[in-house]
């Protein structure tokens, strides 16, 4: 999955892409960089020392880091067009407005407004996804004005796509109008950006780290506040010197976790996990997803031979002790093929191929 960190000029996006990735491209740096990062997950450590696996095996996010941008001019419009393509094909959007006065850097259209920036950042998305919509309209049209094998898809097409350009030219984002599988299905392969769950970081001062989260603007699924200095400064100290760095900041853990996790979350997914002396692994699976699909993603012959799901949630197996303990206490389950998957269990599959 992957979660595409987009913000405009001197917003910090760049450092905070530093501080999630571990990675410090070049300031001012042109090119788009991807990572994948490791989502945090304490039972992991738990269970590690539970059943001293050789192999430890976290969920991922890949993230694609966009140079900042600027639209208030031709040369920042443009980078900004040119890095439409990557951007599309990110998941999630995760936008960084700056929320922090400091004088040794100028403010992107000098002023230190995050609710503005996210406005002017939430037209550009619309205008981006009215022009490809324009586009193809044009083309569909064309096609349409002589028989084709194809004409009755194409005019299902125009249909949707008509209605989602109705919405645009009224700043509605798509994510509001096209939302069956029907429609989604239909404009998937152009990847438009107002269709993509919106994640929203206030980029403050480390005064301002410990106060509580800002309300997402309409349309966003989720709104975190952090220090983007701060939390690079975090993730390059020794683990053992973060506690300390941490109390100052006025928070219990740092903000970088905190929005690996949400952008997870944000993306509808869970991880369901599995243990054993070889391996403990979170695996990454949408949620509502039935056993066989989480078989699936071990492996096809799992979910091919499928005979039952052994399930235990992970506070159970935590209060037994180990795994014996929880079945003595008859806290492990035998679940069938239709049952939903929750991000709490521990599977162990039985199949036979």
Known sequence: MKAALIGFSQSGKTTLASAVTGVDPPIGAPAVHRCMVKVPDERLNVLTKMYNPKK????????????GFSLSDRSGQE?????????RQAELLVAVARAFENSAVPAYRDRIDPDEDLEELRDELLNADLESITTRLERLEKTLTKPTKMQDQDKKEMAILQRAKTALDESTLLSEILTSDEDRRTVASFGLLSLKPLLVVHNVSDSEASM??????EGAVGAIRLCASAEQDISQLPPEDRPAFLADLGVEQPARDRLIRKCYESLGLISFLTVGPDEVRAWTIPEGSDAV??????????????IRAETVAYDHLMEAGDMKGAKAAGNVRQEGKTYIVQDVDIINFKFNV
Do not use: C, M
């Open 212 to 217: 509580p989260d800002p309300d997402p603007p």
């Open 56 to 67: 430890v095996t976290e969920a991922t996010i890949e993230y694609i880091d966009v140079p």
């Open 79 to 87: 980078g900004w067009k040119r890095n439409l393509p990557d951007i």
């Open 293 to 306: 699909e989480a078989a699936r993603q071990i492996h096809s012959d799992i979910a091919r031979g499928f």
